[in-house]
Structure formats: structure tokens, C-alpha cells
């Protein structure tokens, strides 16, 4: 279940999704998103920066780098910058091996996740 | 109501042992029991009761009955002490009325059966008389077993299996269930011209298999020499099998079922044409791995033989060349592979190489069959030994719309790379598997088009010596085009977030190579065991700790030559 958490004083909205990133479980996840993002607006946040939480994430597919790649425009369009937390070394390399790490603000953490 | 004693009746010659200190007790039980016809030796302590064994023999001796209190030692340690000199003898302890702790343990350590004392006459008799039996029994499975041990050494005599090790280019790992088991193997030199490899399972585990196996095999030995061709072979032992003995074995009375049946493979290497014929009635169809990693299942198998009068015994030929293998296994061996949830080419390879006695044990846990591997080597190259090569791990076809098993599919990559290389880098590892799969999604979504009947083949492979893992994936459906593997799968560009095909992006930086051929069904990727790419960031202190987001160092990028293949990086 993704959870959503939005700090004023940073201008952030954190959302923490709970695990992989795969082909069989982005559907699921991308609908979660969908609705947090929509209770956001609803709640009148804004925000400039959309922050993932990817720490409990093993492993990152390209269904997965699709749905941060959406993530991405949509911050774009706001004029806001999406950060991602990451704690597994070979998560983190699939953002580098993609390049995908210029276009967002990565980071390679410890595994305890950040919004909870 | 007349009810049956299935108990034995006692003769006079059974020899009993009683232990006991107290004598009243003892000379109770011992009139009891020799009314009864039994010889009986008393004793007054398990000192007593040792010497008395020493001096008669455990064998000569059909029961004990000891007490469990005395002074000195207890009757737990005559019986441990029975257990470990003769554990067919049935011993019986005598406890005080409601020691459920004791009669537990008794038990547990192997104890026949208990009685309380005060002693019921009656329940004595009985209970003696099912102990004397019971050692009847395990004295007489104890015959049979050595028996058995004895047809499973001539067998193995028989099937050559110590000089069949002594080939240079045949490895074979051999595990019959039992004693003696239902599976043969035999080599038939044919001098310079090549030899015949046959691997044959009868049905069944028992001698009877033991015994059908040995006569095939004598046939197949006496025929070759009369210069019988292996169809005229399998022919007459399938109409020997179907006419004579299935017919005959079931005592003149119609019977339901198959009595026997023989699954039967046989390679011909014919050095000379540089070819291969594989004759499978019946067998696991056989896995040839090439030079370069490509695996494939050899020819479709024919019914086994003892099924049907009319059955087909047509080979399936193919070129060789230098360095090819072909491994071969029967069904145990996929029946262990599926209880232990690894692919059947993970556990052919493992067995095949296993050296360590635990491993090999826990390989074989709870063996359902007769297990047999072997691997072939069909044209050796001089300068490198058996072991050289790739070694297959993964040949599975997977449909073109099995995309939502896709998870099923990579825990199952995961399980055969742990295996093969329990110490394989995290990083490498990951790459393997995130390659793979982007790997086998685009075949299934993009080659098949998610169709059912189209489907994808998939081969992992590991080459010991290079230190390199090869995946092969292969669609039958229409491919990659060119320009899509060119142009879909650049990794993304500073500041833009242009369309890109992610998975392509991934196949084609994750691996040390990747390389398309066949008009883009044929993805060919290595992955070196010890590859810098895998090298693992450094990890940044947690949040709380001042750190705040920075972008992340420079990676760099595999420096891979081009080559004019198809979609060569």
C-alpha cells in the first residue's frame, strides 16, 4: 500500500511505496499513486518536490523505470523535482545504468524507509 | 465370537532371555514362558545378561524380557546395549504400573513393547510371542537385504559402471534407490568409427527391474555383436516385451496394467561423418550443449517399449562439431529436480560434479527413483578435459503470454544461479536476473506478441573456466527491429525524458555483453563472474544524520567493442 506524507516546511511530498517495482506489481502501485497524488490536490498541497521512497525495493524493472519516467514528466509539468531514496546498491546502479539518475535527485540509503 | 490369533505359534526351539534382579519375578516369567515351549535363560543383572549374550550369541536368541529397575545398570542400558549389538532382537521392558515417561523412552530407544508390573500372564504371552516375531521379520529383512546388496554389486558388475568412469569422454553419476536398481548403461565401442551410449530405465525398483535390466542389457550386448542394427534391437525387445512377458508374467491371468516396461536412449557417435543419432523410446529427451553455449533438447521420443506392438523406432540426427556435449538423465533424476523445486540441467550438472558427501546427500534427500546423469563428450577437443565447456542450467520454453508467471520464471533463474555458483556476486547476480527478465518480457510481449502459441526459449548457462554466465533468449515470432534495439534501448540523455523502451535501456547495459542475431529473435548476453559493473556504490548516511540529496557520482559505462553482428552493442 503506497503511503503519502506531504512536509510544508519542504515543500515535499513524500510517497513511500512498499516494495518491488515489477511488471507484476506497477499496476497496483501506479493506481495508489494515482490517488495519493489526487487526495494531494484535493488537501490544496503544493509542492516541489515529489519524493519516492523506494528503500523497501529489491529490484526495479522497466515497468518500474516506466512508472518513475511518468513521475517524472508529470513533476516536470509542475515545475517540480522528484527525489528517490534508494537502499539496495543494485537498485541504485539500475537508475545510473539508465542514466535516469540526471534526472532526478538520487539517493543510496540505509534500509529503514524514510516516511513511517 | 471366534477370533484369529495372527500371532506365530511358539516352538520349543525359540530362545528367550529374562532379566531380573528380583528372583521371584524372574522365576515367574521364566515358568510362564517355558510352559509355553520356550527356552529360557534367566538372569539377575544386565552384567549377567551381557556375559549370557557373549557366550550364546544375540542370534541364537528370539526375545528379552528385562526389568527396567535393578541395582546395578537399568534395563535401558541392556537394551541400548542390544540396540547397538543386534537392533533385529526385540526387547521387552517390564515397568513399574503407569510409567508413561519410561514407556516413552523405552520406545523412543527402540524398545519391541512394555508391560506393567504387576505382570498379566496372558498379556506376557502375548506380547513375547509378537516380540519373537517381530525379530523373526527384520532377521529376514535383514537376508533379503544383503541379498539385494549382493544382485546390486553383480549388477554394477554387470553394468561395467566402474570401467564406463574409466571413459575419458563419458562422466556418469549413477544412484540406484535401492540395492539394485531398474537403470543400465552400457557403451559399445565401435572402434575408430565411433561408439553407441545407451541409458535404459526399467519400470519398477525392484530385483524383478534388477533382473529385467540385466537380461536387456545381455541381449542388446549378444545382438550388437551379431551386427544388429538398434531398431532391429528395440523392435525385438518391444514385441519380447509386449508378447512374452507382459503376457506371461501376470500367472496365465488377465491382467490390467503394464507388467514391465523400458525406457530406452541410445546415442550413435559416428566420428567419421561427424554426426550423432539419438534413438528415445520412451527416455527424457537429451540436452545438447555447444561449443558456444547454445543448448538444445535433441528429437521427440518414441513410445517406450512394452507398450504397444506397433511402435515407432526412428532416430533424429544431427551434426557435431568440436567441444559439443550432450547430457542425458532418466526420470529420477526429474522427479528429484521437482522435489527439490531447481531445474533438471541445474541438478544434472550439480550431481555430476559433486565431490562432497553431505552435498550429494542432500542432492539425493528422500530419492524418489533410481537417479542417473551422464555427459557426453562428442568430439572432444584433445587439449581440454571433460569438465571445459559450458555446463546448461536453464532450457525451459516459456508462451508467449505467460508474462504473469514472468516472477515463477525468475525465482527458478535465481534458485539455478544459486546453485551452480553459491558464491556468486550480489551484483552479478542482480544483473543476471533483471537481464534476463527484461530479456524474456520483450520476447513474450514484443517477439510473441503475448500469443499463446508463439513461444520463447530460454538458456542459462555457466562456463567454469571463462567465469561467465550466457543467457539465451529466443522468440518464434517476429523479433526486435533493428531500429528499435538501436535507437529504443540508448539510455536516457541529460535533462530529457524522451520516449525510451526501459527494458531494452536494461538488456543492453546490464550485461558485460549483448548481442542480437537472427533478425532480432536471438539475444545472446554474457555476464562475467568477476565484473567491475557489479562493484556495489557507496551507501550514504541516513536521513537524520544532516545528509541531504545530492546527485549521485559518475558511473561508467562499458567500453564494448562493436562487431558487425545484428545489434551488437
Same mark, same amino acid.
Given at each position: ?8 516546511k ?16 506497477v ?18 498541497e ?9 528503500t ?25 523535482? &522528484?527525489r ?33 | ?10 516352538t ?5 532371555? $529374562? ?20 527356552? &529360557? ?9 551381557i556375559a ?6 544375540t ?16 534395563g ?15 526387547t521387552i521392558?517390564?515397568t513399574g504400573e ?6 516413552t523412552? #523405552? ?25 519373537? $516375531? ?12 544383503t541379498?539385494?546388496?549382493?544382485v ?6 554387470l ?6 568412469? @574409466?571413459?575419458?569422454h ?13 537403470d ?6 565401435r ?5 553407441c551410449?545407451?541409458a +535404459? ?13 540385466a ?5 542388446v ?20 516385451? &509386449?508378447r ?15 507388467? +514391465? ?7 550413435? &557417435?559416428d566420428r ?5 543419432a539419438?534413438?528415445?523410446? *520412451? ?9 558456444n ?13 512394452g507398450?504397444?506392438? @506397433? ?6 540426427t ?7 556435449q550432450?547430457?542425458l538423465? #532418466? ?6 529436480a521437482?522435489? =527439490?523445486q ?22 539425493l ?6 537417479v542417473?546423469?551422464?555427459? =557426453? ?14 555446463e546448461?542450467?536453464?532450457?525451459? @520454453? ?12 525468475? +525465482? ?7 546453485e551452480?555458483?553459491?558464491?556468486i ?20 510481449q ?18 567454469? *573456466?571463462?567465469g561467465l554466465?550466457?543467457?539465451w ?13 538501436? @535507437? ?18 536494461l ?10 542475431t ?7 548476453m554474457?555476464?562475467l563472474?568477476?565484473?567491475k ?5 557507496t551507501?550514504?548516511?541516513?536521513? *537524520? ?11 561508467t ?10 545489434g551488437?552493442?
Amino acid at each position: 500500500m503506497v503511503t503519502s506524507k506531504f512536509s510544508p516546511k519542504e515543500q515535499t511530498l513524500h510517497l513511500n511505496l512498499p516494495s518491488d517495482l515489477r511488471s507484476t506489481t506497477v499496476e497496483p502501485t501506479s493506481r495508489e499513486i494515482q490517488q495519493a497524488l489526487e487526495a494531494s490536490a484535493k488537501r490544496g498541497e503544493t509542492w516541489g518536490f515529489l519524493h519516492l521512497d523506494l528503500t523497501e525495493a529489491k529490484m526495479i524493472d522497466s515497468a518500474g523505470l516506466n512508472l518513475i519516467v511518468s513521475l517524472i514528466r508529470l513533476s516536470n509539468q509542475r515545475k517540480a523535482r &522528484v527525489r528517490i531514496s534508494v537502499s539496495n546498491p543494485h537498485v541504485h546502479r539500475t537508475f545510473t545504468f539508465t542514466r535516469l539518475d540526471r534526472q532526478v535527485d538520487l539517493q543510496l540509503l540505509e534500509a529503514t524507509p524514510l516516511t513511517r | 465370537m471366534i477370533t484369529r490369533d495372527t500371532t506365530p505359534a511358539p516352538t520349543a526351539r525359540k530362545t528367550l532371555l $529374562a532379566v531380573d534382579d528380583d528372583l521371584v519375578s524372574l522365576r515367574l516369567v521364566e515358568s510362564v514362558l517355558k510352559r509355553e515351549g520356550y527356552n &529360557v535363560l534367566g538372569c539377575r543383572s544386565v552384567a549377567e545378561a551381557i556375559a549370557c549374550l557373549d557366550r550364546n550369541g544375540t542370534s541364537e536368541i528370539e526375545c528379552v524380557v528385562t526389568d527396567y529397575r535393578m541395582p546395578d545398570r537399568d534395563g535401558l542400558d541392556l537394551l541400548r546395549h542390544i540396540q547397538q549389538r543386534d537392533p533385529t532382537l526385540a526387547t521387552i521392558i517390564l515397568t513399574g504400573e503407569g510409567d508413561k515417561e519410561l514407556v516413552t523412552k #523405552s520406545l523412543r530407544e527402540g524398545a519391541a513393547d512394555f508391560l506393567d508390573k504387576p505382570l498379566n500372564i496372558q498379556l506376557l504371552r502375548s506380547v513375547v510371542s509378537k516380540g519373537i $516375531a517381530e525379530t523373526v521379520e527384520r532377521r529376514r529383512l535383514e537376508t533379503s537385504d544383503t541379498a539385494a546388496e549382493k544382485v546390486g554389486q553383480t549388477q554394477s558388475q554387470l553394468l561395467g559402471l566402474s570401467a564406463l568412469r @574409466e571413459v575419458p569422454h563419458i562422466k556418469i553419476c549413477y544412484e540406484p534407490q535401492y540395492q539394485a536398481g531398474g537403470d543400465f548403461l552400457g557403451h559399445y565401442d565401435r572402434g575408430p568409427k565411433g561408439y553407441c551410449f545407451l541409458a +535404459a530405465d526399467v519400470s519398477g525398483h525392484d530385483l524383478r527391474a534388477a533382473y529385467l535390466s540385466a537380461f536387456f542389457q545381455g541381449m542388446v550386448r549378444g545382438m550388437f555383436e551379431k551386427q544388429a542394427s538398434l531398431q532391429e534391437i528395440m523392435r525385438f525387445f518391444n514385441r519380447f516385451l &509386449v508378447r512374452d512377458w507382459n503376457a506371461n508374467t501376470a500367472s496365465g491371468t488377465q491382467s490390467l496394467g503394464l507388467e +514391465a516396461s523400458i525406457a530406452v536412449c541410445a546415442i550413435t &557417435v559416428d566420428r567419421t561423418r561427424g554426426q550423432i543419432a539419438v534413438l528415445n523410446q *520412451g527416455f527424457p529427451t537429451p540436452l545438447l550443449v555447444r561449443a558456444n553455449g547454445e543448448a538444445s533438447w535433441l528429437g521427440e521420443a518414441n513410445p517406450p517399449l512394452g507398450w504397444f506392438e @506397433e511402435c515407432n523406432h526412428e532416430d533424429f540426427t544431427t551434426n557435431i562439431n568440436p567441444g559439443d556435449q550432450l547430457y542425458l538423465w #532418466s526420470d529420477g533424476l526429474e522427479d528429484q529436480a521437482l522435489a =527439490l523445486q531447481i531445474p533438471c540441467p541445474t541438478l544434472a550438472v550439480k550431481l555430476l560434479n559433486v565431490t562432497s558427501t553431505p552435498e550429494k546427500r542432500r542432492l539425493l534427500d528422500s530419492q524418489r527413483d533410481d537417479v542417473l546423469v551422464a555427459k =557426453l563428450d562428442l568430439k572432444p577437443i584433445p587439449s581440454q578435459p571433460l569438465s571445459s565447456g559450458f555446463e546448461p542450467l536453464i532450457a525451459q @520454453e516459456y508462451r508467449g503470454s505467460d508474462i504473469p508467471r514472468i516472477d515463477d520464471h525468475q +525465482a527458478l533463474w535465481e534458485k539455478a544461479l544459486l546453485e551452480a555458483v553459491p558464491q556468486i556476486d550480489e551484483g552479478v547476480c542482480y544483473n543476471v536476473l533483471l537481464a534476463l527478465r527484461e530479456a524474456v518480457l520483450n520476447a513474450m510481449q514484443h517477439g510473441c506478441l503475448g500469443n499463446e502459441s508463439e513461444t520463447c526459449e530460454v538458456r542459462l548457462l555457466h562456463h567454469p *573456466g571463462a567465469g561467465l554466465i550466457r543467457a539465451w533468449v529466443r522468440d518464434s515470432g517476429v523479433g526486435l527491429s533493428k531500429d528499435l534495439i538501436e @535507437e529504443g534501448g540508448k539510455p536516457f540523455s541529460d535533462n530529457e525524458t524522451m520516449e525510451r523502451h526501459c527494458g531494452l535501456v536494461l538488456i543492453k547495459t546490464l550485461p558485460d555483453s549483448a548481442d542480437w542475431t537472427e533478425n532480432g529473435t536471438l539475444l545472446r548476453m554474457d555476464f562475467l563472474l568477476h565484473s567491475k559493473t557489479s562493484s556495489t556504490p557507496t551507501i550514504l548516511s541516513h536521513p *537524520g544524520s544532516n545528509s541531504h540529496f545530492s546527485p549521485t557520482a559518475s558511473t561508467t559505462f562499458l567500453n564494448l567493442t562493436p562487431s558487425d553482428s545484428y545489434g551488437h552493442l
